[in-house]
């Protein structure tokens, strides 16, 4: 669909470029009768310039593109009502043009909105991280220490950023379709927090833009369709519970978050501990299982599940279902979400981190 607008915009460009020639008498353009001034047909150049800056701004995918055409759209607009016997027709290339750079414009927007929360995200000073010492982990319950070691996060230095990047695919509804979507992370970790940031092509011309953010013990989870529309904006209690368990859950990919004093562990078993997370005035806890080996195998907890009659108190599990190692840590980096309803399981999400960066993220 960019490579058809684009084309769109090109031919466009080069219909206004017909009225320079036109003006200055370079070929002789039968299709235009009317007289063209030579300060109209500078208008008519440098309205074709846009388009062309527009096109080539749209194909290298940068989010300013629709700056150009906007003003692209209004010099064209203008020659086409000067001469409108003859270029009445360009009003619907217009009309297109100034669509695709509303929807441009709201996804600029909605990017802008994410890179300043980012930047005011990751503003906080940090200490110079110190390694993870096998004395702390022993403060641990004992399957926690196996994994950690397991993990081989020990005499590693402690994670307190991380940038992750993911692909995957997701159900909006139990007996729905799955859709791929590609999505982008930030965490830290000594006050815990993340941004997640997606894109989803639902269809050639519908993209939903989504954000999921957990900062200062508050989440907000914020959907639009086309950048435009808000399908989701949830929060409140509820949404601040789920948050902090996501991002409770999550430490599977950055293990030695477990020494943070926020965390609270009970060991059940030889091959499970409980984990009650604290932050703000919200209190969560969950269950992690492990196998003999010391992997982490599935994380479950009570979390709030959204219907439209209000949010109730379900299961939530998450399953390991591959291993990796990331810069010598091993983690578990492809993963399932399910819903444990009483209609049956609902699986909606499957994940996969495709890279992962520990203190030392993007720009």
Sequence with gaps: MRYFFAFILLVHGLIHLMGFVKAFKLAEI?????????????FWLLTAVLLALTTT???LQKEIWWMAAALAVILSQALIFTNWQEAKFGTIANVIILAGLVV??????FNTMVKRELKKFRSTTLPTPQP???????????VVQKWLHR?????KEEVQVVNLKQKGEMKTKPDGNWIPFEAEQYNTIIQPGFIWQTRIQMMPLVTILGRDKYENGRGNMLIKALGLFAIADSKGPSTDQGTL?????EICWFPSAALQDYIQWEQLDSLSAKATMTYGQVTASGVFRFNHEGDLVSFEAKRFYDRKEGATLEDWLVTITGYKEFHGVRIGYKSEVTWKLKTGDYTW???EVTDIRYNNPRK
């Design 57 to 59: 701004l749209l194909i």
């Design 349 to 351: 999400l499957k994940l």
């Design 30 to 42: 039968s299709q235009l009768t009317q007289v063209v001034s030579k300060p109209s047909g500078v």
């Design 104 to 109: 441009g414009y709201a996804d600029w927007s």
């Design 151 to 155: 993990s081989k996060v020990v005499g």
């Design 245 to 249: 368990l996501r991002n409770l859950g």
């Design 132 to 142: 993870v010492l096998p004395e702390r982990v022993k403060m641990l319950p004992p």
